[in-house]
């Protein structure tokens, strides 16, 4: 992101402005992700981890998941709430956090570097992608393909605003936004999709609005 982004994430943790913050484990995660078969012990990334209870739910699971998360707060409440004794390292331009089976990066998302992962086999994207602003998402993705292997796949999440008049076939579409960021490189498989009426917590007065969460799996083409 650019410094500007940054500093304005970094503000909403020191004002405690955490709309975004889910308080439970994501129910696609747990709905879906053991469809993936993937292998005791196999490294899962998390970018933009914030403090998301799912990463808990993942390392139970046998995962060694890594995250990247840019605010020391959001990384220090993640292990205090969860009664985890982390260690600390420096190691590059993040600061290592540690316990059990989980890493966090703290840092700067587009410092990671392919040695900072190690080998991931899979992605886990929980609305990563649709949080940033549109015109930093390509750079993100154009990011994640140079840190992560080939041969991982990615689960993604997206949270997306319905479309007024949208038929149920224009619904159920890939998104041309993912088609754009990702077709190129990825195999997209549109794997579950999820209406909901949602207030805006800044403005409760107004009518609620429709809101699609779209659940997408992806592999590399090149892999195949």
């Known amino acids: ?44 990334f ?11 739910w993942l390392a139970e699971r046998g995962h060694h998941v890594v995250g990247v ?35 966090i990066l703290c840092g700067d998302y587009f410092a990671l570097k392919p040695s900072d992962l190690g080998e991931i086999e899979t992605v886990y994207d929980r609305a990563a992608l649709t949080a940033l602003p549109e015109d930093i998402r390509r750079r993100y993705v154009s990011h994640l393909r140079t840190i992560a292997p080939e041969t991982s796949r990615i689960f993604l999440l997206t949270t997306e605003d319905a479309a007024e008049n949208e038929t149920l076939s224009e619904s159920l579409a890939i998104g041309e936004e993912i088609t754009a960021l990702y077709a190129k490189n990825f195999r997209i498989d549109l794997t579950h999709i999820e209406s909901v009426f949602e207030i805006d917590p800044a403005a409760p007065e107004r009518p609620a609005e429709r809101a699609e969460y779209k659940l997408y799996s992806l592999s590399n083409r090149s892999a195949a």
Request: glycine share 6%.
């Open 1 to 44: 992101m650019s410094s500007r982004d940054n500093v304005l994430w970094l503000q909403c943790w020191r004002d405690r402005q955490l709309d975004f913050h889910q308080p439970t484990v994501n129910h696609f995660l747990t709905r879906f992700w053991p469809g993936l078969d993937l292998a005791l012990g196999s490294r899962v």
């Open 46 to 56: 998390v970018p933009l981890c914030g403090k998301s209870l799912d990463m808990i």
């Open 69 to 103: 998360e840019l605010s020391p707060i959001a990384v220090a409440e993640f292990f205090r709430e969860n009664g985890l004794r982390p260690s600390r390292r420096r190691v590059g331009q993040f600061m290592l956090w540690q316990h059990g089976r989980i890493s």
